[in-house]
């Protein structure tokens, strides 16, 4: 038995039922789910959460979804790996990395579908779609293979090998269109007005964002149920970072950790910056851009909770900053050589980002810091394929190998 009210609007506080809507009809501001959280917090203890799985589902209290019966590929609970070697380069004393790599399909998106799947279930969908940089494409198509959905999933015709595969397998209606995510976007927008389907990121919006909550959660119970003092977030459409926020104020709000004075920073690519730019001139208007990054996964260059994402940070008392592509490749690297995680694109925007916030004295030396790790490194090889070392190649004897090897 899930505790949600309904609906309501981020803007002009309207309610509205629990549907599969996702815009205010009075003020076309944004909906979010809203919940009792009296009730939730007369249930919810530490104790109950310990009890529960080891995935997003130990916080069900907390998530959209009424049915016990959940769409669950066991996404969540991943490592916070505390990572010495990397504070020690960065002069940070105590630094972790929420290592999302490890989920079903190798990204933090597998949460928003889980949730997303699930509460399509209950509204009685046949088919799921989505519009995706790519990973939330490879996920909605896992997710419904398992739970017997039709799967119409859109992508960006340009992206990475790695990520149009790990959607086919799946076998779903794989469609690549031709333009960056922001014209998928806009054509799923039509599209999601003509069909009856749970398009996760579109009508089903409202609940499919609920599931980032999950590693604000993870991240308190992890540190022995606290907020760390700063978060490094990757930003695209800004729903993680404004999520992962949003998870740490519900932990307090029903008891479970005290007020977290966690400063959200956020991390994206100088060749798709729109939020870092609005955050840099001190304004709340997000100005769209083009993107042009290596970090595909992160270009969205109109990004639908930009605005929310910059108010979180500024109350927070965060900052934004980006990186170039080259500082992309090389805090991919960083992370590998120093940690033994291998990220995606992604990852290194955020690792880039971390290392210059430590430099620039703008993450304190003793904040306990997390840094989001949101999605592996197998997927977007061509990033980092003409900058890695190449074996050193000899013949099958002894002579050989002391020759080449160890000379
Ligand atoms: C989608 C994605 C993000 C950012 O997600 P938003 O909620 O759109 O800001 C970060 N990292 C990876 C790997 C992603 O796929
Ligand atoms: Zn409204």
Request: aromatic letters at 8%; proline letters at 5%; one cysteine or more.
């Amino acid at each position: 038995m899930a505790y949600v009210k309904g609906l309501i609007c981020r803007e002009c506080g309207r309610e509205y039922p629990a549907n599969p809507i996702h815009v205010c009809e009075f003020c076309f501001g944004p909906l979010e789910v809203n919940y009792d959280y009296d009730k939730i917090a007369s249930v919810i203890s530490r104790e109950r959460i310990e009890k529960g799985p080891c995935s997003i589902w130990r916080y069900k209290d907390l998530l959209p979804v009424e049915e016990e019966d959940v769409i669950d590929l066991s996404a969540g609970f991943s490592p916070l790996q505390k990572a010495d070697n990397l504070a020690r380069e960065l002069g940070l004393k105590e630094l972790y990395l929420k290592n999302d790599t490890v989920n079903p399909t190798y990204s933090f998106k597998d949460r928003v579908t889980s949730v997303a799947l699930s509460k399509a279930r209950e509204f009685g969908y046949e088919a799921v779609a989505c519009a995706s940089t790519g990973n939330l494409a490879n996920s909605v198509s896992a997710h419904a293979a398992k739970a017997n959905f039709k799967a119409y999933v859109f992508i960006p015709a340009n992206l990475e090998q790695g990520k149009i595969i790990s959607s086919a397998i799946y076998q779903p209606t794989l469609v690549g269109v031709e333009g960056s995510y922001d014209d998928v976007n806009r054509l799923c927008s039509e599209i999601a007005n003509e069909f009856n389907w749970a398009f996760v990121n579109i009508n089903v919006r409202p609940y499919y964002a609920e599931g980032s909550k999950t590693l604000g959660f993870e991240t308190a119970e992890q540190l022995g149920w606290k907020a760390p003092d700063h978060v490094v977030v990757p930003i695209a459409s800004g729903s993680l970072l404004t999520k992962i926020y949003k998870g740490l104020k519900e932990f307090h709000k029903v008891g479970l950790i005290d007020k977290p004075l966690t400063r959200i920073s956020g991390a994206q690519a100088e060749k798709c910056s729109p939020v870092a730019t609005a955050f840099k001139n001190n304004v709340y208007d997000i100005k769209p851009v083009k993107p042009n990054t290596i970090a595909k996964s992160l270009a969205i260059g109109n990004p639908a909770d930009g605005y929310y994402a910059l108010k979180a940070v500024n109350e927070s008392g965060g900052v934004v900053e980006t990186v170039t592509e080259e500082e992309i490749v090389e805090g991919i690297k960083l992370l590998a050589r120093t940690e033994g995680i291998f990220a995606e694109t992604a990852g290194g925007v955020t690792v880039g980002t971390l290392k210059k916030l430590a430099e620039s004295g703008k993450i304190k030396k003793d904040e306990v810091t997390v840094a989001y790790i949101t999605g592996a490194g197998l997927k977007t090889l061509e990033a980092v394929e003409k900058s890695v070392i190449s074996p050193i190649v000899i013949s099958p004897t002894i002579a050989s190998f002391k020759e080449k090897v160890l000379r």
